[in-house]
C-alpha cells in the first residue's frame, strides 16, 4: 500500500494524546500505544478513504516501515546483543564477584546512587548504550542498598539523555549539527559548543541526581513511597509485592561460582572500547582526510557503530569465557539466546514507539502543525527562547527527544536568523533542553523505555515517579528561557552570569521546599 502525506491540523495530536492519557489510566503501555497508533490510522483512512480495512493496513505499512529503516534495525539488533552480554556476564558470576566487591567499598545508599550517577556521567557517547549498561553494572548494587528500582531508573534516564545532549562526542551531537543550518554564519559544531552553557534542563537535571542521592530525605512525590517500601519492606519493585526481586529469564540464569570482578568489567570496557572505535570508523576518522573527532563523531553512523561495538564485545567475551571453563560453547550462545530474550518486552514497546512517531510524523504531519503554530505566533521576539522550549517540550513528549530537535532546530534557527540573530544560540539551547524535558516526561520515550528496561523497572512507575522531578526543572528553565530573551542582547557572557545563577538558585529553593510540601502521608496500619 502506498502511503500519502496529510495535513490534519489539530486532529494530528490525537494520537500521541489517545497513548499517553491511556497510559497513565490503564498502566499498560503495549495496550495504550496501539490504541493510539490505531486512532491515527484511522484518522488517515477517514481522509483517504480507505475503509475499515484501511486501519489494519495503515498501522502494518508504518510499523514494517520503521522497523526497516536501518537506524532502527541497528537499535534492535543493539538491544539484542546487550541483552546477551547482560546475560553472559551474569551466567560467569561476575556480577556477582563485583557485587560482592562493591558492598565492602560502597557501604551506604548515598554511596551507590552516587556511583551511580557518576557511571552514567561517564558513558556519555550514547543514551541507549548509556541507559542499558548503567542499569546492569549497577543494579546488584543498589539493590544490596535497597534503593528502589524506580529511583535507579531516574538516576538512569537524569545522566543518559541530559548528558549526551551536552557532550560534543556523542551520537547526540552528531545528529544535531547535521540539522543546524548551513547558512547560519557558523558551523553546526561551533553552535553546538556556545549551546552547552546554556542547555539549562540538561545541567540542572544532573545537578539535581546528585543533590538527591546525595541529601537524605530530599525525595518528593510518588518516589517517596517506592523508597520507603523498598527501605522498610524491601520490595524493591512493585511488580512483585512479595519480594525483593522481579524474577525474569535473567533471574533464572545459573551463576558460576569461578567469577571475577574483572568477568564484569572487561566486557563492558570492551563495548565502550568497541563501540567508540566503530564510531570513530564509520565517521571516517581514519580515512587519511585529516577528520578531527569532532567532525568524525559528526559524520558517524551510531546504531550501525553500536551494532559492531556489541558484535565485538560478544565474540571476545567468549574468547575470555569459554576457554576458562566458566561454561562451554554450546551453553554460551543458549545463555546469549536467554539474554535476547529477556530484551523482547522493551523491543515491542520500542517498535510500538517508532510506529506510533511514524504515523504522527509521516503520515499526519504533526511537525508540520506544531512548526506552523510557532511561525504563526506574532509574541515579541524576547519570547521566542522560551516558546521554543515548550513546543520542542509538547513535540518530544508526544513522538521522541531526536524528533523534536530534528524539526525544530532548522525551523528555529532560521527564524531567529531572520528576526533575532542574537537569540539563535539560546534558541538552540531551548529547543534542546525541551526535547529531553518532554522525553523525561512521556511514556513513549525510547530513553524512558530503556530506563526502565535497565532498571528492571515497571516502566509506568518509573515515569510516574520522575516526573515530579522532571517538571520541577522543566519550571524553572522556563523562567530561565523567559529571562533569556531579555537579557541575551547585553552579550554572552554577561547573559551567562544573570541566567545561571538564577536558574541554580530557584531549582535549590524548589528541591529544598517541596520533599516538605510534596511529601505523602504515611497510612495509618
Known sequence: MNTEFSYVGFWSVIPPLVAIVLAFITKEVVFSLLIGIMSGALIYSVIFNLGILGIFTVTIDTMIGNLADPENISIVIFVAMLGGLMALIIRSGGSSAYGSWASGKIKTKQGASIATSLLGLIIFIDDYFNCLTVGTVMRPITDRHKISREKLAYII??????ICVIAPISSWAGAIISYYPETSGISGMQAFLSSIPLNLYAL????????????????YGKMVNAERRAAEVGILDSNNAASCEVEDDLDRIPVSGKGKIYDLIVPIFLLVIFSIA?????????????KSLFDAFGDTDAGFSLCLGGIGALFATMLIFVPRKLFG????????????????????????AWTISG???DLLNTGSYVAYLVEASSMPVQFIPVLLFIIASALSFATNSWGAFGILIPIGITICNSVAPQLSIVSLSAILAGSVFGDHCSP???TTILSSLGARCNHIDHVITQMPYGLTVGAVCIIGYLISGFVIPMGYGISLALILPVSFALLFLLILILPKVLKPVEKKK
Open 359 to 361: 504515523i504522527c510524523g
Open 278 to 290: 566503530a564510531m570513530l570508523w564509520s565517521g571516517g576518522y581514519w580515512d587519511g582526510e585529516g
Open 157 to 162: 534516564d537524569s545522566t543518559a539523555a541530559p
Open 444 to 446: 513513549l520515550a525510547d
Open 329 to 352: 560453547f554450546g551453553e554460551f550462545f543458549k545463555v546469549v539466546g536467554t539474554g535476547i530474550k529477556s530484551m523482547v518486552p522493551a523491543l515491542l514497546i520500542l517498535t510500538l
Open 204 to 219: 540542572l537535571s544532573v545537578t539535581m541526581v546528585f543533590w538527591i542521592s546525595l541529601k537524605k530525605n530530599s525525595d
